[in-house]
């Protein structure tokens, strides 16, 4: 049971009247553990004083107008998929105001995809991919739309268009003082450019605008590899990010784990008639030259095959 304090409990009181059974407290105790272990990484399982799930703007200005005139601490959540804590969880001292229920998608005439902040990139991929279009977003489908752009957002090819962040045209942020505005390049610039990557105090962002490009086929693998072989590994890491300078359709992450190494080797194939598979294929061969070397051999896919996928299904297999 969470040890609250004067300003969380006034602030609950306050809202309950408003968001009703979506206030919820340890009294709840189903909704309350569900919220609680909401997060897939347990070091988030802090239980907080309550959980808010506002589903409009309105409720949402109502929550920090409480939040500001009882002073109770507030963390805010989107998919609360971040892993550190206190980010997007609070222990009993404060509340964790969660935006999962801001679900819209929309796309206008002009190709933006206007997606609320509680959308995970999943839903994002699969909806987009419905209307043939991509957009720069995530490499792991849990991943939030909103933390991820207000983090940067690097993307599974960041040569291609730039990084997430690079791919907002306008984010509809509520202010501290209860105002809601549109952060673009024109209204409001500074705090366009700050949102851009620059972190998440500078207001709650509601609404994200989002370029959308056409639906690319591309090919992908992941490989393990063994730490022991690190040296070679950071040599072909380099290698194929030097290629990456010329050729803005390669795609890599290298992952250091506990025991294993995973590599990530991705090619946006815009042509799939004048495809090439060996082409892409041999971008990569500084880690094909790895292969015989790994130990513990298991992968995801056998080699770079010519495998022609799109985001959604890539972002689905990491
Ligand atoms: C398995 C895994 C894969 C990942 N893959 C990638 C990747 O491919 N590319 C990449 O760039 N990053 C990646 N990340 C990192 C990820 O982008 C960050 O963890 C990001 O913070 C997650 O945002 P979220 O909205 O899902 O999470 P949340 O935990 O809900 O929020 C994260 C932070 O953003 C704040 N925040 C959330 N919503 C809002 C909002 N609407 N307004 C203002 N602030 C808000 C929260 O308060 C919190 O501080 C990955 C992380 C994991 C664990």
Redo the contacts with the bound molecule.
Sequence with gaps: MPTTNKPTTLALEHLQPFLQDRAITPALTAQYNTSATG???QT?WTRAAGYLLPQTVAELTQALVKFKHTHARF??????????AG??SADGSALVLD?SR?REMELTAEGVARVG?GC?WGEVYGWLEARGLEAVG???V???????V???????FPNLYG??ADGVRSFQ?LLADGRLVNANAHEYPDLYRALKGGG???????RVDLETHPLRPIQYTIELYSPDDYMEINKATVAVQMAMEENPKIGLFTNFNDGVVAVGMFYADHHPAASSPSASASVFTPFHDLLPRKSDSFSFNAGLTPTQSTLSTLTHS?
């Design positions: 997060p897939w990484s988030c963390a805010l959540r989107s998919t609360g998929h971040n892993p550190n980010f997007s935006l801001f902040a995970t995530a490499r792991q849990q991943v939030g739309v909103a933390g991820f207000l983090g940067g957002g690097m993307g599974a990084t997430g942020v998440t105090n500078f207001g709650i962002v509601t990491i």
